[in-house]
């Protein structure tokens, strides 16, 4: 399935319309299924999905390695696409005990308190040595932006980028959602064995708290971002002992949790 197609349309410059087009990322609905039952729907764009998958399945919590994702399919249907992904025997076991504890009565009041306990649930504590001076983080800003190949043609989908000191950018992955370019980086570096924790993951979007939470299950240190965090984002930063580096704007940024890792560079907000 194509990742972009062309709009033709009308634009209105220099005071009058005229024909024009422009071209457009697709977006399209991805269930991710588990030995056979639908666990979630993402709108994201059609590229990469073997990486999402695995991402997704790890970053989620749902395995702990690899080893328990036993295959993976792609299938197109008519109005979407199903990635269907089969786990072993115990992960099948605890999803479906997972399933049968959270169905209840719609509006029953206490339905959501299992999945407000998972949104906020614990995560590990980040034990990556990797430091970076003030010359990387920009250098990753950079190269990330110069790499975002579908983002040049439609400029409209975010890039999650994994960073090392010694080869720059490694890896890259595009989506029109900013979890799905992290989980596809996350299942991509995964599945090449390289170590999240070797490097630094950059990212084009706001630092919301759900990637630093797919960062920690990632093994990752260090998160770099063109915008802001969100103050949640900073709180389970400094608690899973990443480094959170946001608002790079060339050789400037700021670093809001841990900045051991920083080896050079002014800092503001420091916790």
Do not use: W
């Not at 990753?140 to 790499?147: D, G, K, M, S, V």
């Not at 992955?173 to 979890?179: I, L, P, W």
């Amino acid at each position: 399935m194509a990742t972009h197609r062309t709009f033709h349309g009308l634009a209105h410059r220099a005071g009058s319309l005229s024909a024009s087009s422009r071209v457009l990322a697709e977006e399209v609905p991805v269930a991710i299924s588990f030995n056979g039952t639908s666990h979630a729907v993402l709108m994201a764009t059609p590229s990469d999905l073997g990486d999402l998958a695995r991402g997704f399945t790890l970053s989620e919590g749902i395995v702990s390695s690899l080893d328990e994702i036993e295959d993976i399919a792609v299938v197109e249907e008519k109005r979407g696409i199903d990635v269907q992904v089969r786990v072993v025997a115990d992960v099948a076991e605890k999803l479906e005990q997972r399933r049968r504890s959270i169905a209840g009565p719609v509006g029953c009041g206490l339905c959501g308190i299992e999945s407000i306990e998972a949104a906020m649930r614990d995560i590990p504590m980040a034990s990556a040595q990797a430091r970076f001076s003030s010359r990387n983080i920009a250098e990753a800003a950079e190269a990330l932006a110069e790499a975002q190949k579908l983002n040049h043609r439609t400029h409209s989908v975010h890039g999650a980028g994994f960073y090392t000191s010694e080869s720059g950018i490694v890896a890259i992955r595009e989506d029109v959602g900013r979890h799905n370019a992290l989980d596809k980086l996350v299942g991509a570096v995964t599945a090449e064995g390289k170590d999240l924790s070797d490097g630094a993951v950059v990212v084009t979007s706001r630092l919301s708290v759900e990637l630093v939470q797919k960062c920690a299950r990632g093994g990752s240190g260090m998160l770099i971002a063109i915008s802001a965090p969100t103050a949640l984002a900073v709180e389970m930063a400094r608690r899973a002992n990443i480094t959170l580096v946001a608002v790079v704007r060339g050789g400037d940024f700021e670093v809001f949790t841990h900045p051991h890792r920083v080896t050079a560079g002014a800092f503001s907000h420091v916790a």
